[in-house]
């Protein structure tokens, strides 16, 4: 079991580009969490899926924000444009199913300049 | 925002001590879990806790659950430099089906 996994590891950008985060959730997970992580505001959670399907995705912060599941092995996550504030460490999790424990992946340091 | 609160925020304690942390939480729940981040890595499970269950132990690791007060903790019995890590409790507040993170313990256990 490879748990899951994220790319890239880490991202420098400068404002204003498009990035593209993205995760492989374990095999056989049909749950799966974003989550973005600052000192300021600590854990936050963005989108979460269940069968591929958006769920809720109140926490996404603003239109410049954006994900995708088009299929049961793959999620994008994608900033345009970024900006310096959206710099922070971005996660994530998947599950068997909405009530159990998350599995996160190693995430992804995203630096906007 | 923020549906747990852990306390306290930052805890130092000696080898062989052991760790006590608390985590609130707003409404009510299914179940409520903790989970370790070391320092630049992914969170981490630890334990889950059922709604209807009170106490639940795993290795040097014991959680409570008080649904009537709306709070959990989590002790680890017999600390080592290892355990050094920051801790979260994570609920879902029944219904949503989506875990929230408190805000976390930092644990630093001196060797």
């Known amino acids: 079991d490879a748990g899951v996994i994220q790319s890239p590891r880490h991202e420098v950008t400068e404002m204003g580009q498009e990035v593209t985060l993205r995760c492989k959730p374990i095999s056989g997970h049909n749950s799966l969490f974003w989550y973005r992580q600052t000192m300021m505001r600590g854990l936050e959670l963005l989108i979460y899926f269940n069968n591929n399907v958006p769920i809720d995705d109140s926490g996404m912060p603003e239109d410049r924000f954006s994900a995708k599941m088009p299929n049961a092995s793959f999620s994008t996550l994608k900033i345009q444009p970024s900006e310096p504030r959206d710099s922070a460490v971005y996660f994530c999790a998947s599950s068997l199913s909405g009530l159990e424990k998350l599995f996160f992946g190693s995430g992804t340091q995203l630096s906007v300049l | 925002s923020q549906q747990g609160e852990e306390d306290p925020q930052a805890l130092s304690i000696q080898e062989g001590e052991n760790a006590t942390m608390n985590c609130s939480y707003k409404t009510s729940i299914n179940n409520l879990q903790w989970y370790r981040q070391n320092s630049g890595r992914g969170l981490v499970h630890l334990i889950l806790?059922?709604?209807?269950?009170r106490e639940k132990h795993s290795g040097r690791l014991r959680v409570t659950l008080d649904t009537s007060k709306k709070s959990s903790s989590l002790l680890i019995t017999a600390s080592r430099a290892a355990d050094t890590a920051s801790y979260f409790c994570a609920t879902d507040p029944s219904g949503t089906y989506k875990y929230i993170f408190g805000t976390g313990t930092r644990l630093k256990v001196l060797a």
């Open positions: 806790i059922r709604s209807n269950e």
